[in-house]
């Protein structure tokens, strides 16, 4: 039997990625008080429609009690051998107050208390942090569109094996943050930038103009060799702690050059041991290691 918790932030897409695990035969359940997490398994399992596949979120709505409560219930079902994976989805501050102001729709935290918007999301996101920090998989829906989030949750999730790592390599740039759900981050910015050559500003790191010029620097080499070697060493242990999803981030200024082909190399290289996604954030390209073409 396999149980997907999503949890997260409201308006970072929750309900979505319900409704896609929902369309790909998930039994869905919205907002479930988290108690009912170890009875729930116990009548599925009875149930004579033999349900394997179920999703339910569980969010800031549940009683603090049970939030505080969560981690010991995930420790049990995992024990009775259930596939547990949790889901936690979120959003920059900015966007979420964006969308609730676009859609008027009130917080779940401001209907029965004096909070302000703003005030309501950063007190969701610690009442939920004891969640996020035991995710799986975090998913950062700042930049995502409704079909672009459903196609994460059926890639990543639903098609996701029992005991498998998936690793995503992601580009990005300083300039705009850190992604939200990076798990271990490189700095590139210390490379020699191909920017400032007016005749390459307009490629991109996986262009041979800028791989050319990437490779032509030792310290750039030098870097590549020292994130394979770390990960070569420390993926393993990852792994072996149970991991099922690892996104690794490499940011330079812009997130166009340098930290795209430091990604590049790094996914051809693992995607041998792993199952490898590279997402580069500002080029827009989100793709599986070895796909035809890259999603949009």
């Known amino acids: 039997m396999q149980l997907v918790i999503i949890s997260g932030r409201s308006g970072s897409g929750k309900s979505i990625a319900l409704q896609a695990l929902e369309d790909l035969g998930f039994y869905a359940i919205d907002n479930?008080?988290?108690?009912?997490?170890?009875?729930?398994?116990?009548?599925?399992?009875q149930d004579d429609t033999r349900r394997s596949n179920i999703a339910v979120s569980i969010d800031a709505r549940n009683v603090p009690t049970a939030l505080e409560r969560f981690p010991g219930l995930l420790e049990t079902l995992r024990a009775r051998g259930l596939d547990c994976q949790v889901?936690?989805?979120t959003s920059e501050?900015?966007?979420?107050?964006?969308?609730y102001s676009a859609t008027r729709r009130r917080h779940p935290l401001t209907r029965d208390?004096?909070?302000?918007?703003?005030?309501?999301?950063?007190?969701?996101e610690q009442a939920l942090s004891g969640i996020r920090d035991l995710a799986d998989l975090v998913i950062d829906t700042s930049q995502l569109s409704v079909h672009e989030l459903r196609g994460r949750i059926a890639e990543q999730v639903a098609h996701h094996r029992s005991g498998q790592l998936t690793l995503t390599f992601e580009s990005f740039g300083f300039k705009r943050g850190v992604p939200l759900d990076a798990d271990i981050v490189f700095d590139a910015r210390c490379l020699p930038n191909p920017?400032?050559?007016p005749r390459l500003r307009q490629f991109n790191g996986r262009d041979p103009e800028i791989?050319?010029?990437?490779e032509g620097y030792p310290e750039v080499?030098?870097?590549h060799d020292d994130i394979r070697a770390w990960l070569e060493r420390w993926l393993p242990a990852y792994q072996a702690s149970n991991r099922s999803y690892l996104t690794v981030a490499v940011g330079c200024t812009g997130g166009q050059h340098r930290s795209v082909y430091l990604t590049e190399r790094l996914a051809a290289i693992f995607a041998g041991r792993?199952?490898?996604?590279?997402?580069?954030?500002?080029?827009g390209i989100n793709t599986a290691v070895g796909a035809s073409r890259a999603e949009p």
Do not use: G
């Open 32 to 45: 479930l008080p988290a108690m009912l997490l170890d009875p729930l398994i116990d009548e599925l399992r």
């Open 274 to 283: 792993y199952q490898v996604r590279l997402r580069h954030r500002e080029l």
């Open 113 to 124: 208390s004096e909070m302000t918007l703003a005030e309501a999301v950063e007190s969701e």
């Open 195 to 197: 920017y400032w050559d």
């Open 87 to 89: 889901v936690y989805l």
């Open 93 to 99: 501050d900015k966007i979420l107050l964006e969308r």
């Open 211 to 214: 791989v050319d010029f990437l």
């Open 221 to 223: 080499t030098a870097m």
